[in-house]
């Protein structure tokens, strides 16, 4: 299925590489994906992980890096337990709506938490884990540093309850940390 892009062009891809960042896998890397034809998830997860533009317990992008420390204060874990990947403009994103994930380690398994970031406000389906809406003209702090933490604080508290939803306990007694 082909993906169709906003109204407004690719303000939606600007949106999400400014929160998440952006994948460094590269359309001509043709030994990952030759024909860049359809990937299956798990592959695609492999592949991205060993692409990215930062550490993934530190995101260089100031959404991602906030939300992911605020889900290891929610959760009450060290804060090396919890990883980000961003999926932006990879065959993850193009293929399966994964702009980035969240993963932990837990019992010798690793449970995701895979977020579609979206600007259009009727997009109610994903194969996303979550899917989270974010302005159109995006989200700074340095703008707006209120509507930035909401959103942020937000994304966080549905991360962890996904995480939850899949076995990952809190060792924190509130959700409110």
């Known amino acids: 299925m082909r993906r169709s892009y906003e109204k407004s062009g690719m303000t939606g891809k600007i949106v999400e590489q400014e929160l ?4 460094l896998y590269e359309r001509e890397t043709k030994e990952l994906f030759p024909d860049y034809s359809y990937a299956d998830k798990l592959r695609c997860l492999d592949i991205i992980k060993k692409h990215q533009p930062s550490s993934p317990t530190n995101p260089q992008r100031e ?7 605020r889900v290891c204060i929610l959760l009450g874990v060290d804060q090396k337990i919890v990883r980000f990947y961003t999926a932006v403009d990879s065959p993850l994103d193009q293929f399966h709506q ?3 994930w969240f993963e932990i380690k837990f019992r010798g398994v690793n449970i995701l938490v895979t977020v579609d970031l979206t ?5 109610d389906k994903t194969r996303s884990d979550i899917i989270f809406h974010v302005p ?3 989200l ?3 703008v707006d540093e209120t509507e930035f933490l ?3 604080n937000d994304m966080s508290e549905q ?4 995480f939850q939803r899949q076995g990952i306990p809190s060792r924190k007694g509130s959700h409110h940390g």
């Open 159 to 162: 991360v962890v309850l996904e």
């Open 20 to 23: 998440f960042g952006k994948s």
């Open 63 to 69: 959404f991602a890096h906030h939300v992911r420390s």
């Open 150 to 152: 909401s959103y942020a």
């Open 136 to 138: 159109i003209e995006g």
């Open 140 to 142: 700074s702090s340095a």
């Open 98 to 100: 994964v702009d980035g």
């Open 119 to 123: 600007s259009r406000p009727e997009k």
